[in-house]
């Protein structure tokens, strides 16, 4: 019975930047969450994610609590946590991103259940360039790219402008505004300095895609289903400023960008058009290793070419988050929604 299972919702706090251990590599410590819609301040915002998870674990009868891995000490007290399965809504540790991937690797060392991505999974995605090339191996439609990281080519395709320029290895739209955009070979390489010198990352600079913003989220394990198609409507950002959706979208309500763009169920799209994008949202969910709960996010043509912009793994689980709208699309609630990521863990884990 549900009652009988204990969850933790794992989760570290927004104002963590100390490290576990000395590190010479100094990362970018803003808190952020893929497909997030609305800024609360990273403190209150991260706190009412996950109560609200808390809160629909309770709802189905689960007998729910939160774990904040503050420092070494929670987690090492992981070990001691007498939890059936555990929520995991961490995106960093001590404040650097770049150990996303390693929390969940320490939670298999424990042997522990957790919902979501692993850590392989969570690394490929990360690793926007050596996602792109998993796409291409499987031949899934993505921009053509090149990669850079102080004076080294790791990757180059024949581009031609206009061309994006953002870090590949952040997420939530970070290191991505309206000069993103880049039109001149000036302007790209001001871009590329800057990507490098601010967030020590390399930079992706892929063909600049015009198009619809489309979202699939996607659920489950060996036989993967698509929800309904939700789009971020761009249509309305302000003239001259390019139509992608970066920081002045997702963050700044300051900005008419902010004001005027929503994510809602994508209208006007044929059948046929609807399919194709699930179809390659399972594509992608299962090139890359994804589980349980993801995001595709991708880029439709007015000529209707579907380009794969990026995957994210365990994606905002607020009732507002682009998965929690496609979900009520296909007729669950916010509660169902968490309650069926719940199951599709505790069944993998008993297969």
Sequence with gaps: MPGNLKIAVLYEPSDNTTPPEPTDRVRHKERR???????????????????????????????????????ESAL???AKTKTDLVVNMVEAYAGDDS????????????????????????????????????????GIRTPRFASSYRGKLDHVDDLEFPLMVKPASEDGSVGIDAGAVVRSLRDLMERVAMIQEKFDSAALIE?????????????GNDKPVALPVVELDLSKLPDGMPKIAGTEVKW?????????????????????????????????????????YGRVDMRLTP?????????????????????????????????????????????????
């Design 33 to 71: 969450r893929p497909g997030r819609r609305r800024w609360r301040g990273p403190e209150r915002r991260q706190k009412i994610d996950r109560e609200q998870v808390a809160d629909a674990l309770r709802a189905n009868g689960y007998d729910a609590s939160l774990y904040e891995l503050r420092d």
């Design 76 to 78: 090492l007290g992981l």
């Design 99 to 138: 150990r996303e991937a390693h929390v969940a690797a320490f939670l298999d060392l424990l042997e522990m259940r957790y919902t979501g991505a692993g850590p392989q999974a969570l690394f490929l995605a990360q690793d926007k360039a050596l996602s792109k090339k998993i796409f291409d191996f499987h």
């Design 207 to 219: 063909e600049f895609i015009e198009g619809r913003e489309i979202y699939v989220g996607v659920l």
């Design 252 to 292: 700044d309500k300051r900005t008419a960008a902010y004001e005027v763009t929503r994510s809602a169920g994508a209208k006007g799209l044929d059948a046929d058009v609807t399919r194709h994008l699930q179809e390659i949202a399972v594509q992608v969910y299962t090139a890359l290793k994804l589980r349980d």
């Design 303 to 351: 000529d209707g070419r579907i380009y794969v912009i990026e995957a994210n793994p365990n994606p905002w689980l607020a009732p507002e988050a682009e998965l929690a709208i496609a979900a009520g699309l296909a007729g669950r609630t916010y509660v169902q929604l968490i309650g069926q990521i719940v199951e599709l863990a505790l069944a993998r884990y008993a297969a």
